[in-house]
């Protein structure tokens, strides 16, 4: 009976992970506007990333994540955002416009087995359920494997 229930946890665990994340998907990062701020940073027109990256990037990490930028060893459970605003110019400044999309990088060494450990997700706009990726090689992984010495990882933290 005992074993019985432990199955029944286990399976009921499983199911809320998968409900919580989209079947299985990287779940939109909750709360992500209140974990460290890693950088900032503008593409311009012109940058060979401008399209379709040209906007404002704000980078945020969680405590996992952290250790990983100050250790370089990523442990599973990183996740990284990358929050991506388009901009408006006038007054002799930048200035945030709406929001293009919403990136994340989840470290899961097991499951990300073909991507280097990263599973890699985008949000639309200012939804949480608009899925922008259908290929993590292809629309992600491909770019990130010129930083294999960094783990994948572009952006370093700002001291």
Request: a positive charge; hydrophobic letters at 40%.
């Given at each position: 009976m005992?074993?019985?229930a432990?199955?029944?946890v286990i399976a009921i665990s499983g199911f809320a992970f998968a409900a919580?994340?989209?079947e299985g998907?990287?779940?939109y990062p909750e709360g992500y506007r209140d974990w460290p701020h890693v950088k900032s940073m503008v593409i311009l027109e012109g940058h060979d990333l401008a399209d379709p990256f040209q906007g404002i990037h704000h980078l945020y990490a969680n405590e996992a994540a952290l250790a990983g930028y100050?250790?370089?060893n990523w442990p599973d459970g990183a996740v990284i955002v990358?929050?991506?605003?388009k901009y408006a110019e006038g007054g002799h400044a930048l200035q945030e416009g709406d929001r293009k999309l919403i990136g994340v990088m989840r470290r899961e060494t097991a499951r990300y087995t073909d991507t280097g450990g990263w599973g890699y997700e985008g949000f639309a706009g200012?939804?949480?359920?608009?899925?922008?990726v259908s290929d993590m090689m292809g629309q992600c992984h491909g770019c990130h494997t010129g930083q294999e010495k960094t783990g994948f990882v572009f952006s370093k933290l700002r001291k």
């Open positions: 005992k074993l019985r432990i199955v029944g919580q994340a989209g998907k990287i779940a100050r250790s370089g990358f929050d991506l605003l200012d939804s949480k359920t608009k899925r922008l």
